[in-house]
């Protein structure tokens, strides 16, 4: 996924004004006469010059109506939300929006309902995780998952001798993985495993979003549990196995071209390097499953219907056409967000982005995939979220410290974040009420 650098024009000089002229011009813009019935659609994906002239031309090319697209970074869209709803004066139809994002909206009823919509899409095949976030912790599905990115893993094909007997490289297991490694280090005489442990890797990510849901079912209430003691127990014998080099790289693309690492994991916009580049030498493949389950962290972008949307009709017209297949697939090809649905690949699909799309949906789609939200609430603290997984992994892993003793101290620095945020649990953690508690 890229990441967004800039917004269009027209939302940055009027959202970057003082709140009582953003409404007044709302109000302008409220009560002047539809121009050809223009759906507007705002969303914080696709702000980058390059890709929003991509939706506008490329993506909503084939759209049956008219529909204005204004791209914003995601603060200055929720403050033209927020302004659009309290002023009541309703532009923007559709929201296009991170799950973390739109979850900031629910609390003032922002978002309508789409049961009805959910189930006249559901052949389509959505992810049955992706459903469940859209419902944003409530009984409605408050928004359909458009197009997601996540991590998986990525092995070259030399690798592949070396499996465990009877292994099926779709479902791994962390054991298994653990063998594999042993089994290219007996043959190479090299730790052959990759992860992106370098100062600008996203490791931390690994752990928030894959070994601690696959090992214990959640990430902050199950922090210091001895679920998570086993798996941190198991992850360093794995390490054991992995590159020293691993806390140096920061795309594991790079290691994958160059033949150091043989097996690696990162995010999709960390692969897609070496998939493009020699797509012949790799295949894809979901990351390990723990005792409860595969971990997995979607990195969501869904679509909405805003209360008092002028169309709301329309709105529901052009997130179906969104999440059409077909559509799904241009969208992947042209900006690099891959499908939520079910997409047969065409023929026509470089080989390169076939691995990925592959690869995403048998992590989506794993019977056993327990999703794990990006952190939800923390604001400046995120970093600081962060550095709690990985002073733990320097601490267990690289330096050999007592699990237990590790666990319970990083566990009270976890706390005091949560507390000082008061940030609720997001998933796969339950519900809470105030500030997530560590156990």
């Not at 709140?19 to 759906?39: E, K, M, S």
């Not at 302004?83 to 929006?97: D, I, T």
Request: proline share 8%; aromatic share 8%; charged share 20%.
């Amino acid at each position: 996924m890229q990441p967004i650098r800039t917004s269009r024009g027209f939302s940055r000089r009027i959202w970057g004004a003082a709140p009582a002229l953003a409404l007044a011009v709302l109000a302008g813009l409220a009560g002047r006469p539809a121009q050809a019935a223009d759906l507007a659609f705002s969303s914080g994906a696709l702000a980058p010059i390059e890709e929003a002239q991509k939706m506008r031309t490329v993506i909503l090319k084939d759209y049956p109506g008219k529909v204005e697209f204004l791209p914003d970074q995601p603060p200055a869209l929720l403050t033209r939300v927020r302004a659009e709803l309290e002023g009541n004066a309703h532009v923007s139809s559709v929201l296009g929006a991170n799950h973390g994002d739109l979850a900031t909206l629910v609390p003032s009823g922002a978002l309508l309902p789409l049961d009805d919509l959910a189930a006249a899409l559901a052949s389509r095949g959505f992810a049955p995780d992706l459903l469940k976030m859209g419902r944003l912790g409530t009984e409605h599905q408050l928004y359909i998952p458009w197009m997601q990115a996540t991590y998986f893993m990525v092995a070259n094909k030399k690798a592949l001798p070396y499996l465990p007997a009877g292994a099926d490289i779709n479902a791994l297991t962390y054991d298994q993985l653990r063998q594999w490694g042993e089994a290219m280090q007996k043959a190479t005489g090299k730790r052959m495993v990759g992860f992106p442990a370098g100062p600008t890797g996203l490791m931390h990510r690994f752990f928030e979003g894959f070994l601690l849901p696959s090992y214990t079912g959640g990430v902050v209430t199950t922090f210091k549990s001895a679920e998570a003691e086993r798996g941190w127990s198991e992850f360093a014998a794995l390490w054991k196995t992995v590159t020293p080099n691993s806390t140096s790289i920061n795309f594991m693309q790079e290691a994958l071209l160059n033949g150091d690492v043989w097996v690696g994991f990162d995010h999709v916009a960390r692969l897609l390097g070496a998939l493009e580049k020699q797509p012949g030498d790799f295949v894809t493949f979901p990351a390990p499953a723990g005792p409860k389950g595969r971990g997995w962290m979607p990195v969501v972008v869904g679509l909405s219907v805003l209360k008092g949307a002028p169309d709301a009709e329309g709105a529901r017209k052009l997130i179906g056409y969104l999440t059409q297949p077909s559509t799904a697939l241009v969208t992947a090809r042209e900006v690099g967000f891959f499908p939520t649905v079910n997409a047969p690949l065409p023929p026509d699909l470089s080989p390169g982005l076939k691995l990925a799309v592959s690869a995403i949906a048998a992590t989506g789609g794993a019977k056993d995939a327990v999703g794990a939200l990006l952190p939800i609430g923390l604001g400046a603290k995120g970093g600081e979220f962060d550095k709690v997984f990985l002073d733990t992994f320097q601490r267990i892993v690289i330096r050999g410290e007592p699990v237990r003793a590790t666990l319970d101290r990083q566990g009270e620095a976890l706390q005091r974040i949560m507390n000082e945020t008061n940030a609720p649990c997001w998933q796969p953690d339950p519900v809470s009420t105030g500030a997530c508690q560590v156990k």
